[in-house]
């Protein structure tokens, strides 16, 4: 399927050719294809099902850091979710499956990628893996997720300094005022990433 991206932010663009791991419904690897054709309804809607993270950050005080997604993202722009989600790529690094070590590799990338955290003030065993959940969530008709998610949990006072075309804006939030964001969303006009809503229910 040809698809324009000509009205599209050219970074996001251009991220769309990263490749992303594809797997099978117990996770396993199969091969890889572009984000951009791993995140198309048309081939979610054939089963193209690709590995993914999400990491919440919490600080010493137990508050949990979002981030409010940039408008100029492809899939879900201008929600808010957990402190970063993304996918570990087809690359040597980020495939080692033992102790989940690939994808807290890209975990790491990732949160300096789009939170401007400083790599080398966090180590891979810092990441808790908690479990992985599979799920599939349309964005609007073209762009959607299906994804086998790992979930990690990370508890470290570090400063953050959020990249504008990834994330517009963050903020840390107790567990009550979660609890209020969540059931006060569409009072608010809030929006709220599938997956998030997912995990914090579970």
Request: aromatic share 8%; hydrophobic share 35%.
């Amino acid at each position: 399927m040809s698809v324009d991206l000509s009205s599209y932010d050219d970074e996001q663009v251009r991220l769309m050719a990263e490749e992303c791991i594809l797997v099978d419904e117990d996770d396993k690897v199969l091969g890889h294809d572009s984000k951009k054709n791993c995140h198309l309804m048309e081939n979610i809607n054939k089963g193209l099902l690709h590995r993914a993270f999400s990491v919440f950050l919490f600080n010493s005080e137990g508050k949990l850091l979002l981030q409010q997604r940039s408008d100029e993202k492809i899939t879900f722009p201008g929600c808010w979710t957990n402190t970063c989600c993304s996918h570990p790529l087809f690359r040597p690094e980020e495939l080692e499956e033992e102790n989940q070590k690939g994808v807290r590799f890209a975990a790491r990338r990732k949160l300096e990628h789009e939170l401007g955290i400083d790599p080398s003030k966090i180590s891979l065993d810092e990441f808790k893996f908690l479990t992985r959940i599979k799920y599939l969530a349309p964005s609007d008709g073209m762009w959607g997720e299906h994804e086998v998610d790992y979930i990690l949990f990370l508890q470290k006072d570090i400063e953050h300094s959020p990249v504008p075309n990834e994330v517009q804006a963050t903020k840390w939030v107790s567990p009550n005022e979660l609890r209020d964001l969540m059931a006060n969303a569409e009072q608010t006009g809030t929006k709220i990433t599938p997956w998030f809503k997912l995990i914090v229910e579970k």
